[in-house]
């Protein structure tokens, strides 16, 4: 299992402004991923946060917008850029770790970071 | 990009009654994985189901994968106060691939 913690848990922002937010895992881990979830709905993939190199984006999410850092197997932080009120949303961290014979790895989430813009 | 689709959206029923959520896809999924979420939490992990027609039992929770491995249910027997909450499904988005997809979202609310 893992434990993942992020800060802050909660944030008030105004328009045009950037915010960084922090994931910390309690032990090392290959595959870290940012999620966003929009009010009521479910879980969007932003990007997988690779050690050492560039983030891997999905479509309809770019570098420059959210810039991703993992400089280690512990830690990654997500900056959401020139915010604007469509930005609001909870920001999820997840982890990868284990195997699950046969299937799939198992995969935690941090308790989110709540991001209002206003 | 595989997708998945949950029944009903939004359910509210009352202590006591059963209930089952669905999860489907058009496509073959290689293992299928349900979460709960409550508010102001991330997403945890409730179970995964690997093998087509394999039924799993959490307490009063029971997971079913579908035979063909493109749909999934879960069922609640006598819903309480805390089973409320969202209810995830997700699987991998291409077979082997450690990316999920997620379904919408089944939003549970048992009233006491």
């Known amino acids: 299992s893992a434990v993942i913690s992020q800060k802050p848990s909660r944030d008030i922002c105004q328009r045009g402004t950037s915010l960084t937010i922090q994931c910390q895992v309690d032990s090392q881990v290959t595959m870290m991923f940012w999620y966003r979830q929009q009010p009521g709905q479910s879980l969007t993939l932003i990007a997988t946060a690779n050690q050492g190199s560039e983030a891997t984006y999905e479509s309809g999410f770019v570098i420059d917008k959210f810039p991703i850092s993992r400089p280690n197997l512990t830690f990654s932080t997500l900056t959401v850029s020139n915010m604007s009120p469509e930005d609001s949303s909870i920001y999820l961290c997840s982890v990868q770790t284990g195997y699950l014979k046969g299937a799939l790895y198992e995969q935690y989430f941090g308790p989110g970071t709540r991001l209002t813009v206003t | 990009t595989q997708l998945l689709e949950q029944s009903p959206q939004f359910l509210s029923i009352q202590e006591g009654e059963n209930l089952t959520v669905y999860c489907n896809s058009s496509s073959v999924f290689s293992s299928l994985q349900w979460y709960r979420q409550e508010p102001g939490e991330g997403p945890v992990l409730l179970v995964t189901?690997?093998?087509?027609?394999e039924v799993k039992k959490l307490k009063r929770l029971t997971f079913q994968f579908g035979d063909a491995r493109k749909d999934s249910s879960l069922h609640i027997t006598a819903a309480q106060p805390g089973d409320t909450g969202l209810y995830l499904c997700a699987g991998p988005q291409i077979q082997g691939a450690q990316k999920l997809v997620f379904g919408q979202g089944t939003r549970l609310t048992i009233n006491p």
């Open positions: 189901v690997v093998t087509g027609g």
